[in-house]
């Protein structure tokens, strides 16, 4: 594949059963967070995304899990990587002082977003969960697929 040329491998899949939906997420390959490669490689397509910092001791760390719907992915991953445009003070010092690393999955239901952001918030953030779900299942189960055999659940 060349250079500049977007990768569309990516893509969340579901299956129901009863009152259970069960997703699966092929996620991008991780990329250093580059304003120039986020213009070139990220569709402008909805999705999820989730945004890493690497520290001294070069371990990432999940700092953001988020969806994009309106703008598309391109849009949120620029913005979202941008220490001028970020208004959080936290996100803003580890964005100035770490190098960061994004992947995506293009999806393009709000709702089927709705309950993968639930989990992952409910799963990794579980004190700062101020997320809902779609409603429409009572149990939800989340898979992670990914070209960097990096799995965070």
Same mark, same amino acid.
């Given at each position: 594949? *060349?250079? *500049?040329?977007?990768?569309?491998?990516?893509?969340?899949?579901?299956?129901?059963?009863?009152?259970?939906?069960? $997703? #699966?997420?092929?996620?991008?390959?991780?990329?250093? @967070?580059?304003? %120039? *490669?986020?213009?070139?490689?990220?569709? =402008?397509?909805? +999705?999820?995304?989730?945004?890493?910092?690497?520290?001294?001791? /070069?371990?990432?760390?999940?700092?953001?899990? @988020?969806?994009?719907? $309106? +703008? +598309?992915?391109? /849009?949120?991953?620029? #913005? @979202?990587? !941008?220490? @001028?445009?970020?208004?959080?003070?936290?996100r803003?010092?580890?964005?100035?002082?770490?190098?960061? $690393? $994004?992947?995506?999955?293009?999806? /393009? =239901? %709000?709702?089927?977003?709705? !309950?993968?952001? &639930?989990? &992952?918030a409910?799963?990794? &953030?579980?004190?700062? /969960?101020?997320?809902?779900?779609? +409603?429409?299942?009572?149990?939800?189960?989340?898979?992670?697929?990914?070209?960097?055999?990096?799995?965070t659940?």
């Amino acid at each position: 594949m *060349g250079a *500049g040329v977007v990768e569309l491998e990516t893509s969340v899949s579901k299956m129901v059963r009863r009152e259970a939906a069960y $997703y #699966t997420i092929r996620w991008s390959r991780l990329q250093k @967070a580059d304003r %120039y *490669g986020i213009l070139s490689l990220v569709p =402008s397509m909805a +999705g999820i995304f989730e945004l890493y910092y690497l520290d001294r001791k /070069n371990k990432l760390n999940l700092f953001i899990f @988020a969806k994009a719907w $309106y +703008g +598309g992915l391109r /849009n949120h991953l620029r #913005t @979202a990587t !941008d220490a @001028a445009l970020e208004q959080d003070p936290a996100r803003r010092s580890i964005l100035e002082r770490h190098p960061c $690393y $994004y992947r995506y999955a293009l999806l /393009n =239901s %709000y709702r089927d977003m709705a !309950d993968i952001h &639930f989990f &992952f918030a409910a799963t990794h &953030f579980p004190r700062q /969960n101020r997320t809902s779900h779609s +409603g429409r299942y009572a149990r939800i189960f989340v898979k992670e697929l990914s070209p960097d055999k990096l799995v965070t659940i």
